[in-house]
């Protein structure tokens, strides 16, 4: 399907196991993380509110990793670009080479029709910096299908995140 419908590029037929992996796995596809990193900076921002959101709390970085501060989260993009059909909905979980580090990924699922390189929130749980791979595995999403078509996709609601090419931050 994920071929026939364009659902993911770049598309890797197989799992990579190549540093952390990614690619296509039993159920599911295992993202990557692309080069670009919004690291939340403390020192600029008193209350992080979702309905105000700050970007001048947030250090701009594109490299080749990124360290997360301790008990903090940086901002970042799939190296993957999705378009899901209107029969489907996913749910991203986090690698487990990076939970056992006490790095969790979050990301909401992406909803029937929605389309663009998915925003992460990367969180360090840890006393200590944290590392960060780009180009290496972030996250599995799993696709669940539908035997129907949904009533209203994200497309249909014009939804805010359509087609974000981009890092984006909380949008109202």
């Known amino acids: 399907m994920a071929l ?13 196991r ?12 295992d993202i990557r993380i692309a080069d670009d990193f919004r690291v939340f900076n403390v020192s600029r921002c ?23 501060p301790p008990h903090s989260f940086v901002l970042a993009r799939t190296l993957e670009y999705f378009r899901i059909p209107r029969n489907v909905i996913t749910l991203c979980v986090g690698k487990s080479t990076y939970a056992r580090s006490g790095v969790l990924v979050n990301v909401t699922p992406f909803e ?6 998915a925003t992460l929130q990367i969180s360090n749980t ?3 910096p944290a ?6 595995g972030i996250g599995q999403i799993l696709f669940f299908e539908s035997d129907e078509v949904c009533r209203i996709s ?13 890092i984006t931050p909380s949008r109202i």
């Open 126 to 128: 840890t006393p200590v």
């Open 131 to 136: 590392k960060i791979y780009a180009n290496e």
């Open 46 to 68: 008193s209350l992080m509110d979702p309905k105000n959101f700050d970007e001048n709390a947030f250090d701009h970085l594109k490299q080749d990793s990124c360290l997360i």
């Open 4 to 16: 026939e419908c364009g659902m993911i590029e770049p598309f890797e037929e197989s799992q990579v």
């Open 112 to 117: 029937p029709e929605w389309e663009g390189f």
């Open 18 to 29: 190549r540093g952390i992996s990614f690619g296509l796995s039993s159920y599911g596809y």
């Open 154 to 166: 994200y497309q249909d609601k014009k939804g805010k995140y359509q087609k974000q090419t981009e």
